[in-house]
């Protein structure tokens, strides 16, 4: 990233793990600064690069995501209608998201290059970059406040890790590895009677939480197949940290391993959109690529006698995004039959939120656990 400042050019490594350009115009931003300013030039695509207190910058955010969160006036508001499908509704959902993850992205960071910060009552946030970025060593970088909270979160995530009731343990997650906050689809595959205990595929296993919870009901072997860095190395830990190491080996694969298993196992992304950040992989599969991947190589993959458990959230069907028909079409046409179904709502906060612009089809989202077999 290049700019003037007093005079003088600059320029250092632009960081952005949601894979946003660097600014091509940048001022600079200090306590002095004001909100209604910095708003303006964010929504213009001028981003600050920050010179003051560090606390400060976290009120400038703030400020600014208060004027990026205000209420559409009644004028913005005919000229553009209201969706008339939820399919719609979700698009322009995300097209707001998008809109406001950018501006806020403009609120911009110096990192020293051993990841310091050299601000006034900056935290130390060494041990959280490195966890995210690697080892120090490529010079001085700049990044958006925005994802620099990210990695503290994530820093914390997996500092005291997720607690995993169906596992009684925690999951530690890595940054960039979707954590198993939603901890009802683990419960469907506690509780599924298993078909066969010799070996079994955790197909995307991210965390490695489901590997683990198979190996810890009696699977003698599990091989769980990821093809994200981060999630492989997050996986390798969590098993290690939980004495499943030597159950369970973790692979890189593009979905399925060799051989076949008596149980494969997957929880793919739930909506077939396109994922615009590293977490956002792990809900949005741009036209269910991963989903239909799994349908398609399933019957490949198992013994006779064995069964495939797809763990998958209806919302997409609730915002028209995937029909119930198209999904057991999918199965049909991969030579499935569907021996079973358990089903169970969701307890995230967003389910009751009636204030969410998605409020209708997430009070409706049901998460269910298939139990597919190969038609004979």
């Known amino acids: 990233m290049h700019w003037t400042e007093a005079g003088t050019a600059h320029s250092a490594r632009w960081r952005s793990e949601s894979g946003l350009q660097p600014p091509k115009r940048v001022l600079i931003g200090d306590d002095q600064t004001s909100a209604d300013a910095a708003y303006r030039h964010a929504c213009a695509g001028t981003a600050l690069l920050w010179r003051g207190d560090f606390q400060n910058a976290k009120q400038m955010l703030h400020a600014l995501a208060r004027r990026a969160d205000r209420k559409p006036s009644q004028k913005t508001k005919a000229s553009n209608p209201t969706a008339t499908s939820p399919a719609e509704a979700f698009h322009r959902h995300r097209q707001a998201q998008a809109l406001r993850a950018r501006t806020l992205a403009m609120l911009l960071l110096p990192l020293e290059g051993d990841y310091s910060i050299p601000l006034r009552r900056a935290p130390d946030l060494r041990e959280a970059c490195a966890e995210a970025y690697g080892p120090p060593g490529e010079g001085a970088s700049v990044v958006s406040l925005r994802e620099v909270l990210g990695l503290i979160g994530a820093h914390e995530w997996r500092r005291k890790g997720v607690l995993i009731p169906a596992l009684g343990e925690r999951i530690q997650p890595h940054y ?75 692979v ?49 993959h198992l013994t006779e006698d064995g069964e495939g458990w797809l763990v998958l959230s209806d919302l997409a069907e609730h915002l028209g995004l995937r029909s119930r028909n198209e999904l057991l079409a999918a199965f049909d046409a991969a030579g499935l039959n569907v021996i079973g ?33 190969v038609r004979h």
């Open 176 to 250: 960039g590895v979707f954590a198993p906050i939603r901890g009802e689809y683990v419960g469907l595959v506690a509780e599924a009677p298993l078909p066969a205990t010799s070996l079994a595929f955790d197909i995307g296993t991210g965390t490695g939480v489901l590997a683990a919870l198979l190996a810890r009901r009696g699977i003698a072997h599990v091989v769980a197949t990821d093809l994200d860095s981060r999630a492989l190395a997050c996986a390798r830990e969590n098993l290690a940290r939980l004495g499943l190491a030597a159950r369970v080996d973790v």
């Open 252 to 300: 890189a694969a593009n979905l399925f391993p060799a051989g076949r298993a008596g149980l494969v196992v997957c929880n793919p992304p739930w909506l077939p959109a396109r994922p615009s950040s590293l977490l956002e992989h792990a809900v949005y599969d741009p036209d269910s690529r991963m989903l239909r991947g799994f349908i398609a190589g399933l019957a490949e």
């Open 341 to 373: 179904r358990s089903d169970v709502r969701p307890h995230h906060p967003r389910a009751s939120d009636a204030s969410d612009p998605l409020h209708a089809a997430r009070a409706a989202e049901v998460t269910s656990l298939w139990r597919l077999v």
